[in-house]
Structures are given as structure tokens and as C-alpha cells.
């Protein structure tokens, strides 16, 4: 499932905090640790939060922020760890080292240590890989999170290995309104520029809106530039529900009109990105679009581009479109785990990532449900399209589908296609059968397999054709009356924490005429030593003719330099050099960027030298850059980039330089609620410095004075849980009368959270059990306190001595007991429950000791 990267923004940030905060994804081997962890980046070095790594590797270290302090041990006892960094001083396993204070950062939140410094510290090799925003941990030694990882494997302790558990807070919805005001990404540029010895100027505007309108989601995108003044026109009204709460018995999850998306269906049509029309579909949002297939697609600003990796390896590369938009669609699924990874760069030096992840085995249609599909719109060409497709788990591992298609032809003509098929799930096997029949009488029947070997993803399939046609079987006078498919996917690993993602895929198609069409392509991947190397090859044989060429791409990204190159070369059937272009960029002080760039085309001898300033943090986004040719032409431009939101509670205008529209976004308010009525009025009290989590992990965002913290670039369309941190709060009294809620952000919605905090109180006592005419202390009781309602509100057992304390006690009325159950099983009775009243100014119970005796001396 998706959980995107984070990208929290402090409710009042230093300019130095701000300007070189970075969100990591960390990574145990395949396991994900976190999606969001708060880094640093400064000078040629990441600052990492000491506390935060240690909850995450599980090791026993406590910080203090606040003091500069921490203190625990590293996997034994015997190797005791503590930190004082005002002191300057570090004791660890009995040795002490002197600290030089630059390579230490103390926020309110943590303390951040240099990467260096740290897996110096700690028994893990930490890798940095800034041009995706991850890190990697590399053990030295086993960490007890792998103790438990590898129980779990092995069936000895209970829940899915590092997966998060739905906490079950309760839903808290974000209304719709008729109007509100959006978040707007905008871009202006200017350019001059000399082509082939003519001059000419531009000046282009782009905006892409998002807000509520008409009770609906409604996203804008809007461009003008003088070269083209009818430039882009894009808007789209509709809803998005995960919980399928749309269209009253249709249980829809999507419901879009406007410029919309329409899915492929394979052996039919491709995706078609977008299009004038109408959606609606029930397809659960965090599951692929289709069976075996997914499309990635989203908003890009001008100027941008996106990188998309597949289980590591980079398959896709696009540039923004007139449309704004960018579309990877019908990307293969594997068996076993589908891990995508988009990287968002922007024309001024910013960096975005976000992630998806699906496992193919576990998206089969549950029993007895329905999934559906069904929409129409005018391309882009303005050409008409429309489908309707369903999807229905006939049992556990039967899945059944079949729909219909009408698909646009080169002629201006349509076709219509009606498809049928099977899915059957057994062990470590997916079994495919399909079928599809054209309006013009073709037939197609394919067959396929999906399995895992080790740590390959093989699939295959072979599919008979009679007279069919389509967007993947071409109409000529030579059509294919066969294919025959074979894909795999997966790491060859070499020793030593080095791996190599591979794919391979052979495609032969046998035609009406006999001849035979084969294609073969081929790449891997490789990271070594902060270098990202990929090599992808291409061999196609038609008859006698013959094309083989390829493309080697390599990369380097280590905190604040980078280094990227790519070659195109064709190898059959004259082996040349088809382009070289190399690129580097170097961040400077105070949030610039300097890029310089060169590329070569062989067959031409064109040489072409590019530069850019950029200045991409803060507020806005400003940015120079210019080229020039051997032919003597020549550029200069100009590109100024912000992002714009309110804060609703403050009115207050949010500005960046990074993309917000596309995100969504929560204000927070924690107070002290003194009269308990869960609003924050009259005499309650704003509380400062609260932390939250979010889906589980650590927010670096802090209250404020008044209260408030802004939670920025949240994930749309998906369950987002945000809590409360009890232990970020002043006062260990105080507790939150509900410890997080669930919502649903949207993009351009800023989503409204009130968490009241309450003053709790704290009863103690003993128990004691009567026995032989005598009185004495008994432990592991179980104690209930029960509400007015005969709810039980809070449990403890007591300890071997008797002696129990009940904390976080909210106010009201209470009964105290020994749990009935437990008293039944045992043969005991009680001599009675305490009446207890905690008052909001929250009151402390002492000695509230409860008596119990054996039945038959009762």
C-alpha cells in the first residue's frame, strides 16, 4: 500500500531549519522502517534524529531533547551508551570521546547527529541514496528488530512484520463546501533565445488549482504562453472515497467528471491519460488499476520531470506535457512484491518522492465482492472512448471478469471488443485464462502463468489469435496469429549486501505469412558505493532484418553533489554511439542550486552546454539558466515557481517552493480543556510544543504558542492516522480524551483536528486476600475500573506484592473491582468495589485497597 512520503513543514520554522530539511525513507533489508523520518542536510553530510533511529532499530537508548542528553545501551548491558552534547562528551561499552559540537544539531524534537558520526556510534552501516530520499541500514550486528522479524518469519510471534496495525480511531470527515479558496502551484517564465539564426522572446504562465467546488474535489490546471496563446485548459470535478461511500447502492470509491483518466484492458486498449468525460469506479484507491497492470499518473508542473523505479531499477523517465499532467501507464506486475518509486525533479533544483507498493498475490477480489469500472470520454485527439469492466471473486482463489470496450481506430472509425476471463490463486501460483471477441468477428484466447522462484518473479503466457486486431496487435496485411510471452523479474544477489535487479522479457510473435518477430529486452541495475548504474538492451528480428541497441545510465547523489550521465548506443546493425550527455549539480549555501550539463549527438557532431542557478527552498522558488550550441544558438530564461494555501484557523498564507496542491494538508489544535466540554473556550489553555504521530510514526512538527501545528503534503485518498504524543506533553498528567483520530485528506483541503487534553488523576492501593483467619498482600489480581455505563474503562493487574497504580484517569465517576471472571475462576469473592471520583483538576486516590477471601470462608 501506499504511504507517500512525508514532507512536514514546522508551524514556526528557523529559516536554517527549513531550508535543508529532507524526508527519508528508511529500510532494513526489504523491510520498510519508516516512510518519513526527518534528516537534515548540511555541508556533505545528512544529520539523522538520534532517538527516533534507536525506536526504529529497537535499541535502548532515551533522549532527551530538551537537554541535549540520551542515554541506554546498544544490545547488551554491558556496552552502556551516554550522550552529552552540551558537555561535549560521549561514553560508550567504558570508553569516552571528546565531541566536536558542529556535527551535532538539538531541535525541540530530537537530537541529530551526522550520518558518520552515528553508524560510528551504532552497530549499523547507514547509506544514503539522496537522489530517492532513502536510507538504508546495513547491520553489523543482529538488532533485536531483527530477532523479532525473523520469530514472526518463522510463525513465533503474532502480526505481519513490520506492518502497521490499524490503531482503530475513530473517522472524522472533512465536509464539502460549495466554494473555498485553493492552493495554487504557479509558474512564470521569460526566455530569449537564438534557433538556426532566428531571434524570438516568450513570456508562460501555468497554475494548477485545487479546492472544493460545488460540493465536489475540483483541480484546475491553466496555462498561457505568447507562442501558443490557446494553450492548456484541464478541470476535474468529482469525489474520492476509500471507504466506497459514493453513489448510494453503487458503493463507488471514485466518482469523476471532467478531464478524466480511463483504463486499459489488456490485449484491448492502453490507458488513455486523459480526456474529456466521466468516471466511476469502485476499485479499492491502494490497489493496482488493474489485475496484473497499473498506471501511475499525476499533476507536473511546467519544467518538471519524473523518474519512475521498479523494485529498485529505473524503467521510466517523462518531462512535463502541455496537459501538465505525467502518465506511466499499464506498468507489468510481478508475483510477489511491486515496489514503485516516483522522483519528482523540478526545473529549480526540487526534489519530491513518492512511493507505491502493491503485493500481486494479495489483490485478488474478495469473496463474493464486486469490482467495477466504468467510464467514456474524448481523448485528447478528440476521440471517443468507453468501457465497462468487472471484476467478481467467485470463492477465496476464483476471480472472474468480463466487459466491454469501444476503442477508437486510425480511420476515425471505432470497434467494440467484449473480454472474458479467469483468475485462479493456489499457493505460489496465479493461472490466467482470458478471451476476447472484436465487433469485426476476431477472436483472441491467451492462457498465462504467474509464480516466484527464489527471488525471480517468472511469468508467462501464449495466446492464439484468429483475424484480431488491436492498439497491441497491429491490422497490417501481415497480422500476428500468435504470441508467445516470457518475463522475469527479480535480484540476483552477489554477497556482501550487494544486489543487482534484473528483467528480462522475450516476446515471439508468429505472423499469418509464417515469419517469425522476436524481441528480446534485457537490464540491470546495480547500486555500489552511492553510484546507481542501469544498462537496459534491446534486440528485435523481423524476417532477416536485425536491431539491437541499448542504453547505460549511471548516477550519484551524496548530500549535496551530483553527478548524473546517460549513452544511447545501437549495436545492430552498425554498432555507433547515438548521444552522451553528462550533468552535475552542487548545492550551495542558503538553499541554491548550480547545475551545469553537456550534451553530445554523434551522428550530427551537435555539442550542447547548459547552466543554471537555482534557488529552491523557502518560500519560493527562483531560478536562471542558459545554454549553448556549436551552432551558435544561444538561450536565456527565467523561471519563478511558489506554491499558495491558508491555514484556515489562523488565516494565515502558507508559500513554497515546493508543489502543495497536489497534497493534502491538517490544522492541528491541542489545548488543555478545563471544563470538558471538548471545545476550546473560556478559561482553556493552549498547549505549546505537542508532538503527533502519523500512521505510526514520528511528525517532526511541533505546536506552537497558540496551540496550532500545520501538517503539510499529507497523502490523498487514503486513511491518514494522526495522534496525539502523550509524551511530548508538559505535564504527565495530562492525556488526551481521544488519542488520535482517522482521516481522509484531499488535495487543496486543509483537514481540521481538535485534540482536547484533559488533567487525569491517579488511584493506588494493595490487595489482599483473608485466608486462615489472616490478612495478607496477594498479587496478580486483575483490577477493573468500570464507568457509569458498567464499561470497562481501564484495567491493571497488581504486582507480587499486591501494589498496583491506576494512571490516566480521566475525570468522572468510577467503580473499582476485582474482575468478576477472575474471581469465578479462582473461587473467590470480594468484600466490596470502591466508589471513585476523579475531579477535573485531576485528584490523586491513595490507598484504595481491595479485599478478597476464598468462598468457603466467606
Do not use: C
Not at 494 to 509: E, I, T, Y
Not at 767 to 779: D, F, V
Amino acid at each position: 500500500m501506499l504511504l507517500p512520503a512525508l514532507a512536514p513543514v514546522a508551524a514556526a520554522p528557523s529559516q536554517q531549519s527549513e531550508a535543508n530539511l529532507v524526508l527519508l525513507e528508511v529500510r532494513l533489508g526489504n523491510q520498510l522502517l519508516s516512510d518519513a523520518v526527518t534528516g537534515y542536510e548540511i555541508g556533505r553530510d545528512v544529520f539523522l534524529p538520534l532517538g527516533e533511529l534507536a525506536r526504529l532499530l529497537t535499541l535502548a537508548i532515551r533522549v532527551v531533547p530538551g537537554e541535549g542528553r540520551a542515554s541506554g545501551f546498544i544490545l547488551s548491558q554491558e556496552r552502556a551508551f551516554s550522550l552529552d552534547v552540551p558537555g561535549r562528551v560521549l561514553d560508550s561499552a567504558g570508553r569516552r570521546e571528546e565531541l566536536d559540537r558542529s556535527q551535532f544539531k538539538l531541535l525541540s524534537d530530537d537530537i541529530y547527529v551526522a550520518s558518520k558520526t552515528l553508524q560510528r556510534w551504532l552497530p549499523v552501516d547507514l547509506e544514503l541514496d539522496m537522489s530517492s530520499l532513502a536510507l538504508k541500514v546495513r547491520p553489523r550486528e543482529q538488532l533485536p528488530l531483527q530477532a523479532r522479524l525473523e520469530r514472526r518469519k518463522h510463525g513465533s510471534a503474532p502480526g505481519a512484520p513490520g506492518g502497521y496495525a490499524d490503531p482503530g480511531y475513530p473517522r472524522l470527515a472533512t465536509p464539502y463546501r460549495l466554494a473555498d479558496l485553493p492552493f495554487i502551484d504557479q509558474t512564470f517564465g521569460l526566455s530569449a533565445s537564438k534557433t538556426d539564426g532566428r531571434r524570438q522572446a516568450d513570456a508562460a504562465y501555468t497554475a494548477y488549482l485545487t479546492t472544493d467546488l460545488l460540493g465536489m474535489e475540483a483541480a484546475l490546471y491553466a496555462s498561457r504562453n505568447r507562442q501558443d496563446p490557446s494553450s492548456g485548459l484541464r478541470l476535474t470535478l468529482g469525489r474520492n472515497d476509500p471507504d466506497a461511500g459514493l453513489l448510494g447502492p453503487l458503493h463507488a470509491r471514485t466518482a469523476l467528471f471532467g478531464s478524466v483518466p480511463l483504463p486499459g484492458v489488456a490485449n484491448i486498449s492502453p490507458s488513455s491519460a486523459t480526456g474529456n468525460g466521466l468516471l466511476v469506479s469502485n476499485r479499492p484507491l491502494n490497489q493496482p488499476t488493474s489485475f496484473d497492470r497499473h498506471t501511475l499518473q499525476g499533476a507536473l508542473p511546467p519544467g518538471w520531470d519524473v523518474e519512475l523505479f521498479y523494485n529498485d531499477a529505473l524503467v521510466g523517465f517523462q518531462q512535463s506535457r502541455p496537459d501538465g499532467k505525467y502518465s506511466f501507464e499499464d506498468q507489468l506486475l510481478a508475483y510477489g512484491p511491486n515496489e514503485f518509486r516516483l522522483v519528482f525533479h523540478g526545473p529549480l533544483g526540487q526534489l519530491r518522492v513518492e512511493r507505491q507498493s502493491f503485493l500481486l498475490e494479495q489483490s485478488a477480489v474478495p469473496r463474493g465482492a464486486l469490482y467495477y469500472d466504468a467510464g467514456a470520454h474524448r481523448d485528447l485527439a478528440g476521440r471517443a472512448r468507453a468501457l465497462a469492466q468487472f471484476e467478481w471473486g467467485v470463492s477465496e482463489r476464483i476471480n472472474a471478469l468480463g466487459g466491454w470496450q469501444r476503442v477508437p481506430l486510425l480511420d476515425g472509425s471505432a470497434r467494440s471488443y467484449a473480454n472474458l476471463g479467469l483468475r485462479a490463486y493456489w499457493n505460489s501460483l496465479i493461472a490466467t485464462a482470458d478471451a476476447a471477441r472484436a465487433d469485426d468477428g476476431g477472436t483472441l484466447a491467451q492462457l498465462g502463468l504467474k509464480t516466484r522462484l527464489g527471488n525471480v518473479a517468472v511469468s508467462a503466457s501464449h495466446a492464439q489469435l484468429d483475424n484480431f486486431s488491436s492498439d497491441f496487435f497491429s491490422q497490417g496485411g501481415d497480422p500476428v496469429r500468435s504470441r508467445d510471452e516470457v518475463r522475469a523479474d527479480g535480484v540476483v544477489a552477489a554477497g556482501g549486501n550487494r544486489f543487482f535487479p534484473v528483467a528480462l522479457q522475450l516476446r515471439h510473435d508468429r505472423l499469418a505469412s509464417s515469419t517469425r518477430k522476436l524481441d528480446v529486452q534485457a537490464r540491470i541495475s546495480a547500486y555500489l558505493d552511492g553510484i546507481a548504474l542501469t544498462n537496459a538492451l534491446r534486440w528485435q528480428k523481423l524476417g532477416s532484418q536485425e536491431l539491437a541497441d541499448g542504453l547505460f545510465q549511471v548516477s550519484r547523489r551524496v548530500a549535496g553533489i551530483g553527478l548524473s550521465g546517460q549513452l544511447q548506443y545501437t549495436l545492430t546493425p552498425n554498432a555507433t554511439l547515438g548521444s552522451a550527455a553528462v550533468s552535475a549539480d552542487y548545492y550551495l549555501n542558503d538553499g541554491y542550486l548550480l547545475n551545469l550539463g553537456l550534451t553530445r549527438t554523434f551522428l550530427d557532431r551537435g555539442l550542447r552546454a547548459t547552466g543554471a542557478l537555482n534557488k529552491s527552498l523557502g518560500s519560493y522558488g527562483l531560478g536562471i539558466n542558459a545554454y549553448y550550441a556549436n551552432r551558435r544558438d544561444y538561450g536565456l530564461g527565467m523561471q519563478f515557481f511558489m506554491a499558495m494555501g491558508l491555514e484556515p484557523r489562523a488565516s494565515r498564507l502558507m508559500l513554497d517552493a515546493q508543489p502543495m496542491a497536489n497534497m493534502g494538508a491538517a490544522s492541528i489544535r491541542v489545548f488543555l480543556d478545563k471544563d470538558l466540554n471538548g471545545i476550546m473556550d473560556g478559561s482553556d489553555e493552549a498547549i505549546a510544543n505537542a508532538g503527533f504521530t502519523v500512521n505510526g510514526a514520528n511528525y517532526a512538527v511541533r505546536t506552537g504558542a497558540s496551540g496550532i501545528a500545520y501538517l503539510a503534503r499529507l497523502p490523498t485518498h487514503q486513511h491518514t492516522d494522526i495522534a496525539l504524543d502523550p509524551g511530548t506533553l508538559d505535564d504527565p498528567q495530562w492525556q488526551p480524551r481521544l488519542p488520535g483520530v482517522r482521516i481522509v485528506p484531499r488535495p487543496g483541503k486543509v483537514s481540521q483536528v481538535e485534540f482536547a487534553v484533559h488533567l487525569t488523576g491517579e488511584i493506588d492501593g494493595t490487595t489482599y486476600l483473608y485466608a486462615n483467619g489472616a490478612r495478607r498482600a496477594i498479587g496478580d489480581l486483575q483490577l477493573e475500573l468500570v464507568d457509569a455505563s458498567r464499561k470497562v474503562v481501564a484495567s491493571i493487574t497488581s504486582a507480587a506484592d499486591g501494589y498496583y497504580v491506576l494512571t490516566g484517569v480521566f475525570p468522572g465517576n468510577y467503580f473499582l473491582r476485582v474482575s468478576p471472571q477472575q474471581l469465578k475462576r479462582l473461587g473467590l469473592t470480594d468484600t466490596g468495589m470502591h466508589m471513585i471520583t476523579i475531579e477535573p483538576d485531576g485528584t490523586v486516590l491513595n490507598g484504595r485497597d481491595l479485599d478478597v477471601r476464598a468462598m468457603d470462608e466467606a
